[in-house]
């Protein structure tokens, strides 16, 4: 279903911890996710994405990880840095069978990296 | 890599009067683009999906004869916002996907539109 949230959820992390962004999706049909960053005033920007038959993607710094189980994606952030501060969304592509190719953003997290 | 230019990045109009935003995918042919809107502090909403030479898809919810949707080639499509109000105002944002599949998504730089 759609994810509309009335605020963003928050999470503040010092220079250089890892950080860890949740997303819950809701599609059991969904078969590719995606996780962006959005500055303000910006477009999304492409992190990593994985598609459903895997349950781990590492990129640069970033690793995603998919849990069908519980329908659960997550996104960490090694050694965050200051210029990591922005909005984390997951986004889910429903199978060819459930909803063509559009994609659904979920709720968002809003990451603040204190120095 | 792949590019998507969005323009306006900003727009200010008045009530009653309508406002095109355009959005082109700059070196790859798109065979689909989707409109989104975002309110502040919120998430995307899709809006509508285009697909070229064919009439676009609306979300439910979104009323087709205001926003009005054009995707006349491959690498165009626009969105009208028709007799725009105040509550029209937001941030829109056009993504684009590569013809010939792939799972690529590539996102404009986004509208903001003030409606006074």
């Known amino acids: 279903g759609e994810s509309v949230g009335l605020h963003l959820p928050t999470l503040s992390v010092q220079e250089g911890d890892n950080s860890i962004i949740n997303c819950a999706y809701s599609?059991?049909?969904?078969?590719?996710f995606i996780w962006y960053k959005q500055e303000s005033g910006k477009g999304p920007q492409f992190i990593i994405d994985?598609?459903?038959?895997?349950d781990k993607r590492q990129g640069q710094r970033v690793t995603v990880l998919l849990n069908k189980t519980v329908k659960h994606l997550s996104l960490q952030i090694a050694a965050t840095q200051p210029g990591d501060s922005a909005v984390y969304f997951c986004?889910?592509?429903?199978?060819?069978?459930?909803?063509?190719?559009?994609?659904?953003f979920g709720t968002g997290t809003q990451l603040k990296v204190e120095l | 890599g792949a590019v998507v230019s969005q323009h306006p990045s900003r727009v200010i109009c008045k009530s009653g009067t309508s406002v095109k935003i355009e959005c082109r995918s700059l070196?790859?042919?798109?065979?689909?683009m989707f409109w989104y809107r975002q309110f502040p502090k919120q998430s995307l909403m899709l809006m509508a999906t285009?697909?070229?030479?064919?009439?676009?898809?609306?979300e439910q919810g979104v009323e087709k004869d205001k926003f009005l949707i054009n995707h006349a080639s491959l690498t165009l499509s626009t969105l009208t916002v028709t007799s725009a109000h105040p509550e029209d105002s937001s941030f829109y944002i056009c993504?684009?996907?590569?013809?010939?599949?792939?799972?690529?998504?590539?996102f404009g730089s986004g509208t903001r539109l003030t409606v006074v």
């Open positions: 070196d790859f042919q798109a065979t689909t």
């Open positions: 993504s684009a996907r590569r013809q010939g599949g792939g799972l690529g998504y590539t």
């Open positions: 986004a889910e592509k429903f199978g060819l069978t459930g909803g063509g190719n559009k994609l659904t």
């Open positions: 599609n059991s049909a969904s078969d590719y």
């Open positions: 285009s697909n070229e030479g064919s009439k676009a898809t609306y």
């Open positions: 994985i598609r459903s038959n895997m």
